[in-house]
C-alpha cells in the first residue's frame, strides 16, 4: 500500500491533521478544508472522504478502512479507538425516495426533499464490512455493528447489533476498557 508522506499530507488542505497519520494514494478526497484528522489515524486505499461546512471530524487511533465512504454533506464525526470496515457506507445526507420530490444532484434543489443530518460515532465502535449508515445515525459508546448490516436507527451503548435493518443481538464486552 502506498502512504502519503508527511509532507504531502500536510499540503492537502485539512482543517487539522495530527500526526502519526497514514492516508493511500489512492483515497479521494473532497472539501479537505472541512475535514479534521486526530492522531494515528488510517485511512486506506479507494476510500472516498466528502466534506463540507457540517466538516468530517475523525479523533484518534481511527481505521477507515478499504473501499469506505464517508459522504459528510451533513457532518460525520468519528470519535477515538473506532473502526470502520471494508465496504462500508456512511449517508450524512440522502434524497427522500417516497416519490413526492425529484432526486438526484442534477436536479435543481428546490425540487428536492433532501434528508441532512450528522451521523455521530462514538468511542470504541467497530462496524462491519459492507454497512450502510444512514443520516442522522448516532452509534453510542463501544456499539459493534455487524457485517452487512443497515444502520437505521441509532444504537445502545456496549451492544452487538446485526441484520438489515439492523436489531440488537447481545451485550458487547467492556474488557477492552482495561486495555487502554
Same mark, same amino acid.
Given at each position: 500500500?502506498?502512504?502519503?508522506?508527511?509532507?504531502?499530507?500536510?499540503?492537502?488542505?485539512?482543517?487539522?491533521?495530527?500526526?502519526?497519520? &497514514?492516508?493511500?494514494?489512492?483515497?479521494?478526497?473532497?472539501?479537505?478544508?472541512?475535514?479534521?484528522?486526530?492522531?494515528?489515524?488510517?485511512?486506506?486505499?479507494?476510500?472516498?472522504?466528502?466534506? @463540507?461546512?457540517?466538516?468530517?471530524?475523525?479523533?484518534?487511533?481511527?481505521?477507515? @478502512?478499504?473501499?469506505?465512504? +464517508?459522504?459528510? #454533506?451533513?457532518?460525520?464525526?468519528?470519535?477515538?479507538?473506532?473502526? $470502520?470496515?471494508?465496504?462500508?457506507?456512511?449517508?450524512?445526507?440522502?434524497?427522500?425516495?417516497?416519490? #413526492?420530490?425529484?432526486?438526484?444532484?442534477?436536479?435543481? +434543489?428546490? &425540487?428536492?426533499?433532501? $434528508?441532512?443530518?450528522?451521523? $455521530?460515532?462514538?468511542?470504541?465502535?467497530?462496524?462491519?464490512?459492507?454497512?450502510?449508515? &444512514?443520516?442522522?445515525?448516532?452509534?453510542?459508546?463501544?456499539?459493534?455493528?455487524?457485517?452487512?448490516?443497515?444502520?437505521?436507527?441509532?444504537?445502545?451503548?456496549?451492544?452487538?447489533?446485526?441484520?438489515?435493518?439492523?436489531?440488537?443481538?447481545?451485550?458487547?464486552?467492556?474488557? +477492552? &476498557?482495561?486495555? $487502554?
Amino acid at each position: 500500500m502506498s502512504f502519503y508522506s508527511e509532507e504531502e499530507i500536510k499540503n492537502i488542505g485539512f482543517k487539522s491533521v495530527g500526526n502519526n497519520v &497514514l492516508i493511500s494514494r489512492f483515497c479521494r478526497i473532497y472539501n479537505p478544508q472541512y475535514i479534521t484528522i486526530g492522531n494515528n489515524v488510517r485511512i486506506d486505499d479507494f476510500c472516498i472522504i466528502s466534506a @463540507s461546512e457540517e466538516q468530517v471530524i475523525l479523533e484518534d487511533f481511527i481505521h477507515i @478502512s478499504a473501499g469506505v465512504y +464517508l459522504y459528510g #454533506t451533513g457532518g460525520i464525526i468519528i470519535k477515538s479507538y473506532s473502526n $470502520i470496515s471494508s465496504g462500508t457506507k456512511l449517508f450524512s445526507v440522502s434524497d427522500t425516495f417516497d416519490g #413526492t420530490c425529484l432526486i438526484g444532484p442534477c436536479v435543481d +434543489l428546490q &425540487l428536492r426533499k433532501v $434528508i441532512k443530518n450528522p451521523i $455521530i460515532i462514538e468511542k470504541y465502535v467497530v462496524i462491519g464490512a459492507n454497512c450502510v449508515v &444512514l443520516p442522522g445515525i448516532h452509534l453510542e459508546e463501544g456499539v459493534a455493528i455487524g457485517a452487512n448490516s443497515l444502520i437505521n436507527k441509532s444504537c445502545e451503548s456496549w451492544k452487538i447489533y446485526v441484520g438489515s435493518p439492523i436489531r440488537f443481538l447481545k451485550e458487547r464486552s467492556k474488557n +477492552l &476498557l482495561n486495555l $487502554i
